[in-house]
T-cell receptor
Framework: GDSVTQMEGPVTLSEEAFLTINCTYT??????LFWYVQYPGEGLQLLLKATKADDKGSNKGFEATYRKETTSFHLEKGSVQVSDSAVYFC????????????FGTGTSLTVIP | NAGVTQTPKFQVLKTGQSMTLQCAQD?????MSWYRQDPGMGLRLIHY???????DQGEVPNGYNVSRSTTEDFPLRLLSAAPSQTSVYFCASMRGGRNSPLHFGNGTRLTVT
């Protein structure tokens, strides 16, 4: 079945450091890929998405590229800020209804000044 | 633009009590769903609905009931609360279509003692 695997956290970085959160997936078809962010006490918010191979999703300085050959969708940011402290979830969607969404277990990021 | 609204934000129940978690969306989305979020386990799908009058079970449906009488509302009922149902519950909706993202509410933190 479909699944998403994320790097284990927690991750602690100093402000302005480079961020990479690894995500790999297993899918039976040709999924769309998403990154969500969850700030403390809030729900998940869509950060970025990519819908086909070699697509790059980007938002708020974050980027991720859909790599079909390595079944990966790693999240990167060149210079993190304290305000980026949150939990990040990688997800895939196989179908046209939401019951075919699959989430990773989340990676907690703390950025220290 | 309210999006997905969940009430209450916090709830404490005693074992055996029943309650309903409310979820409403104002985006005219056909698809709605309930997840629970537990440490180290990511998000697990409880129940979902692809339209008014249609519901189905997700990965962890036992102990929960749902109904969908309108497009806007999708309440989740706990019939007889158990400590194992202590969790954070998220409602989500989606427009439909392969590339559509899920939109989440801010969650209900439930403690069963």
């Amino acid at each position: 079945g479909d699944s998403v695997t994320q790097m284990e956290g927690p991750v602690t970085l100093s402000e302005e450091a480079f961020l990479t959160i690894n995500c790999t997936y297993t899918a039976t078809g040709y999924p769309s890929l998403f990154w969500y962010v969850q700030y403390p006490g809030e729900g998940l918010q869509l950060l970025l998405k990519a819908t086909k191979a070699d697509d790059k999703g980007s938002n708020k300085g974050f980027e991720a590229t859909y790599r079909k050959e390595t079944t990966s969708f790693h999240l990167e940011k060149g210079s993190v800020q304290v305000s980026d402290s949150a939990v990040y979830f990688c997800a895939l969607s196989e179908g046209s209804t939401g019951n075919q969404f699959y989430f990773g277990t989340g990676t907690s990021l703390t950025v220290i000044p | 633009n309210a999006g997905v609204t969940q009430t209450p934000k916090f709830q404490v129940l005693k074992t055996g009590q029943s309650m309903t978690l409310q979820c409403a969306q104002d985006m005219n989305h056909e698809y709605m769903s309930w997840y629970r979020q537990d440490p180290g386990m990511g998000l697990r799908l409880i129940h979902y609905s692809v339209g008014a009058g249609i519901t189905d079970q997700g990965e962890v449906p036992n102990g929960y009931n749902v109904s969908r009488s309108t497009t806007e509302d999708f309440p989740l009922r706990l019939l007889s609360a158990a400590p194992s149902q202590t969790s954070v519950y998220f409602c989500a909706s989606m427009r439909g279509g392969r590339n559509s993202p899920l939109h989440f509410g801010n969650g209900t933190r439930l403690t069963v003692t």
